[in-house]
């Protein structure tokens, strides 16, 4: 398992993701959730929702003094190198560096990550899957955010880019950490705090309209690295 850190930020996401396939904290720059006692029904968080091809999340992430944006999307299924597999493009736009778009492809049948590749100014790269930092986003509720846990704080959550207003769950990972979720956007994450500073926050989503930004052909025909 690795750390949703491991997705969102190249601190990255800290949030937690597995293989995947088949309370407190102030928001975040242009908008947030404050907790609220009673302001979410204890049962209206029931764990993550289940993926769908379409669905895709923009975050904003905190970094070195910088805010970039990180789009998540799940692009569906597809044969990749004779294998059944679920893919998802991440694509990460950093101030005066533009956007570096990442595609994982993973094996329906064992979670194992098939296909890793990435595009930088038009030139798609074979990225080697034994040292990818990253792992596919979680298709199932992790252990760490499972609704029936004890003490886990309820509140709301105001999405910047859209105005609609979300239940969370805020899960304190550490004493100095937590981690606030919602069963209503594709991936479970909505905001991470750390030592009382937000670095990662919901921008916006959808439950439609993800389009893959790298093609089957560039994917297939990328182009392989000395070393790898």
């Known amino acids: 398992m690795k750390n949703v850190l491991g997705i969102v930020i190249v601190l990255l996401l800290a949030i937690t993701l597995l293989p995947a396939c088949g309370a407190g904290g102030e928001g975040g720059p242009g908008g947030g959730g404050v907790p609220s006692d009673g302001g979410g029904a204890p049962g209206a968080y029931t764990g993550f929702m289940s993926p769908a091809e379409g ?33 998802f493009e991440m694509t990460m736009t950093v101030p005066q560096e533009g956007e570096t778009i990442m595609q994982m492809w993973a094996d329906a049948a064992n979670h194992q990550l098939v296909k890793y590749v990435m595009k930088m100014k038009d030139q798609v790269i074979c990225m080697d899957t034994g040292q990818s930092p990253y792992d596919p986003p979680e298709t199932e509720t992790p252990g760490d955010y499972d609704p029936s846990l004890p003490d886990i ?16 769950a805020i899960f304190q990972s550490s004493p100095e950490s937590e981690v606030w979720v919602s069963s209503q956007v594709p991936f479970g994450m909505v905001k991470v705090v750390d030592s009382g500073t937000t670095v990662m926050y919901l921008y916006n989503f959808g439950t439609s309209g993800a389009e893959k930004d790298i093609s089957k052909a560039e994917m297939e025909n990328c182009m392989q690295m000395p070393g790898f």
Do not use: F, R
């Open 55 to 87: 669905q895709w999340v923009d975050y904003i992430i905190a970094s070195e003094g910088e805010n970039y944006h990180q789009k998540m999307e799940y692009i569906g299924q597809d044969t990749i190198d004779g294998k059944t597999c679920i893919g």
């Open 153 to 168: 704080s309820h509140g709301t959550y105001t999405v910047p880019g859209s105005g609609e207003m979300l239940v969370v």
